[in-house]
């Protein structure tokens, strides 16, 4: 699986933007997707993920309530919508899929076989 992100950019806080992660070579409408962010000098923390197959969602604290993460898998695609958008939410959006993931390490980077390249967010204040 061949994982694209696209859709980052810089907005001003209070504003929104719609990440996108196009997979190719293979259907992964059974995997789950997620996003996953990481800021210069920190580790790279979980987002946001879907279960396959019209499964559950998870989020963060942090974005709980100002992102939304969703699938078209008849175009093998997730989204991650944010909105109200904070300058503490700057990074680089990764987004990670897996068909083995199971819901206690939903959170867990290591759950995530297939990565996409990155997009970068950058929220002025």
């Known amino acids: 699986v061949q994982l694209q992100a696209s859709g980052g950019g810089l907005v001003q806080a209070g504003n929104s933007l719609r990440l996108s992660c196009a997979a190719s070579g293979r259907t992964v409408r059974q995997d789950t997707i997620a996003w996953f962010r990481q800021s210069p000098g920190k580790e790279r923390e979980f987002v946001a993920a879907i279960k396959g197959n019209g499964g559950g969602t998870a989020y963060a604290d942090s974005v709980k309530g100002r992102f939304t993460i969703s699938r078209d898998n008849g175009k093998g695609t997730g989204f991650l919508q944010m909105n109200s958008l904070k300058p503490e939410d700057t990074a680089v959006y990764y987004c990670?899929?897996?068909?083995?993931?199971?819901?206690?390490?939903?959170?867990?980077?290591?759950?995530?076989?297939?990565w996409g390249q990155g997009t970068l967010v950058t929220v002025s204040s």
């Open positions: 990670g899929a897996s068909r083995r993931a199971i819901l206690s390490a939903i959170r867990s980077q290591d759950t995530y076989d297939y």
